[in-house]
């Protein structure tokens, strides 16, 4: 079946500095998924971050950069700087098959100190 | 942006009693989702519910589970009876096109 894996957290990371979230993925129903980075901040439910649907594009959002490389099938997430409010748990997902929806990784806490 | 709301936020309930959770989608999505995430693992897909009917589900979604959104009101999950297996976060998650999907907070369920 499909499968995302990212990098493990927690991740500590002081703020201004940049943040980068491995993402690689597998996807055996499809040759090329709609890869989605979602983040749920604290106390607030899942929300989209930002989606490509193409292979090689780049997607961004809110300083949040993700190029879709299907050479190496990832999906990494970075950002130059991050402030405080960027501390919150990101997942990687891909949607291979509408009907199931997304599968996700397992999600990355980043905490970003002043 | 469009929210998803779950109700309770958290239940406890009793091993072999019923618990149906309740999820207010976004009010013109058509796709209806049930997520599963056990502590420390990552969410799974449960099942996916359009126009009605369910389209399709995964191996997690046991026969003791069911799902129906009468009338245009709340999509709910119903777990009868309950295991001890249940215990989990449940996400419901909507969408317009089964593509971009919305989360709600999630309804953690405690069976006893």
């Known amino acids: 079946g499909d499968s995302v894996t990212q990098t493990e957290g927690p991740v500590t990371v002081s703020e201004s500095e940049s943040l980068i979230i491995n993402c690689t993925y597998s996807a055996t129903s499809i040759a090329y998924p709609n890869l989605f980075w979602y983040v749920r901040y604290p106390g607030e439910g899942l929300q989209l971050l930002l989606k490509v649907i193409t292979a090689g594009q780049k997607g961004s959002s809110r300083g949040f950069e993700a190029t879709y490389n299907k050479e190496t099938t990832s999906f990494h997430l970075q950002k130059a700087s991050v402030q405080e409010s960027d501390s919150a748990v990101y997942y990687c997902a891909l949607g291979s098959n509408y009907a199931q929806g997304l599968t996700f990784g397992l999600g990355t806490r980043v905490s970003v100190f002043p | 942006g469009p929210k998803v709301l779950q109700i309770p936020s958290h239940q406890i309930i009793d091993m072999g009693q019923m618990v149906t959770l309740n999820c207010d989608p976004v009010?013109?999505?058509?796709?209806f989702y049930w997520y599963k995430q056990i502590l420390g693992q990552q969410m799974e897909f449960l099942v996916n519910f359009y126009n009605g009917k369910v389209m399709e589900k995964s191996k997690l979604f046991k026969d003791q589970f069911s799902v129906e959104r009468p009338d245009g009101s709340y999509f709910t999950l119903k777990i009868q009876p309950t295991a001890l297996e249940d215990s989990a976060v449940y996400f419901c998650a909507s969408s317009l096109k089964a593509e971009t999907l919305y989360f709600g907070s999630g309804t953690r369920l405690t069976v006893l």
């Open positions: 009010s013109n999505h058509l796709y």
